[in-house]
């Protein structure tokens, strides 16, 4: 049973850009959390999805960010126009609607230059 | 507001040794919490988790003990090993909604020959 899947793995972008990340849950996970990991700080949350709905977006800035889960295909964080605070680690985690456990991708790193 | 607070930054265990991890959390709402382990450039690996409806929770090498009146939780970890050497992360949830995880800001644990 493969893990959390998260492309690419390391993501450089000039500022303006757009940046998408791409997730993949476990197989039998229907709940997707983004998260985002600043230098030196913890994970915060960003945005609870599942299939075709966002449940809790709470932790995404007011603009420029949108994340969905279709009902095929993996789940997208959208950056537009990104800027050099962007810069960071966005993780992805998921989780079945058996527990309260959410496991976790590898991460996608973004560079703004 | 920090909610959940690791305020060691770092902690270095002779192998062999117990390693005690510390964690403190300030929102009583929190009833579900769980412990990640890092390696750098990698996701967090899903360690061991507690219900607030219990006190102390184990697997293996790993002890989690959770103290409600205190808002405190520890991982013990025993006996350490070098592969041990990491951040580790303690998470908490709220009892319904979303179940996003609230993370401290992590602790580097060090495990020396």
């Known amino acids: 049973n493969a893990g959390v899947m998260q492309n690419p793995r390391h993501l450089v972008r000039r500022r303006g850009q757009e940046a998408r990340l791409r997730c993949s849950p476990m197989?039998?996970?229907?709940?997707v959390y983004w998260y985002r990991q600043l230098p030196e700080e913890g994970l915060k949350f960003m945005v609870y999805l599942q299939k075709e709905n966002i449940i809790d977006e709470s932790g995404m800035p007011k603009e420029r960010f949108s994340a969905e889960f279709p009902k095929e295909g993996p789940s997208i964080l959208r950056i537009q126009q990104v800027v050099r605070g962007d810069s960071a680690a966005y993780f992805c985690a998921s989780r079945p609607s058996s527990t309260d456990t959410q496991y976790f991708g590898p991460g996608t790193r973004l560079t703004v230059l | 507001d920090q909610q959940v607070k690791q305020n060691s930054p770092s902690l270095s265990v002779q192998e062999g040794r117990i390693s005690i991890l510390n964690c403190d959390y300030t929102n009583s709402m929190f009833d579900y919490f769980l412990w990640y382990k890092k390696y750098p450039a990698e996701g967090p690996t899903f360690l061991i988790s507690i219900s607030s409806i219990k006190d102390k929770n184990e697997d293996g090498r790993f002890t989690v003990f959770l103290n409600k009146s205190a808002k405190h939780l520890s991982l013990h970890i025993v006996p350490s090993q070098p592969g041990d050497s990491a951040v580790y992360f303690c998470?908490?949830?709220?009892?319904?909604?979303?179940?996003?995880?609230?993370f401290g800001q992590g602790t580097r644990l060090t495990i020396n020959p």
């Open positions: 998470a908490a949830s709220g009892k319904q909604g979303a179940q996003k995880l609230v």
């Open positions: 197989k039998g996970h229907s709940h």
